[in-house]
């Protein structure tokens, strides 16, 4: 028995319970278990942000485009402006990251983007998605008796 330890069973119990080797090991433990905590906070923080910033960047670059878009058809006669219009949308199809609704003045859908093809079928888990996916406010641009909507 270690010299250490008292001679009292109840003493002895308590000093076998808890080595110092153990009680290192446990805090060391804490220790890296927090520390992996924050950083995978950290990481995930950034993660988040950085989502973000690209689909906002996409959005911007769309937005832009679309009212170019909208600015040309206003130049031309006004009975073909929608037809051209719609002719460009549709061509181009899905822009970027963002999907695009076409309303007309009455409410009735008029175009609605294709679903992406980029990496179809995979998709990353529902958990992580619903942490990671960035909120966006529509963003509306009205051409004329159209709306179109990212």
Known sequence: MPPSCPESQAQRNACSQFTLHTRISLLLTGVVASLMLALG????????????????????????????????????????????LLADIQAVGRIRANALEIIDSAGRRIYLSPQPTYKAGRASPNWFAHITEPAFAQRRISAGDLTLIL
């Open 41 to 84: 906070g950290l990481w995930l923080s950034n993660t988040r942000d950085s989502i973000h910033e690209e689909v906002e960047a996409a959005t911007r670059v769309c937005e832009q485009w679309l009212k170019v878009l909208v600015g040309e058809a206003h130049a031309a006669p006004s009975e073909s402006a929608r037809a051209l």
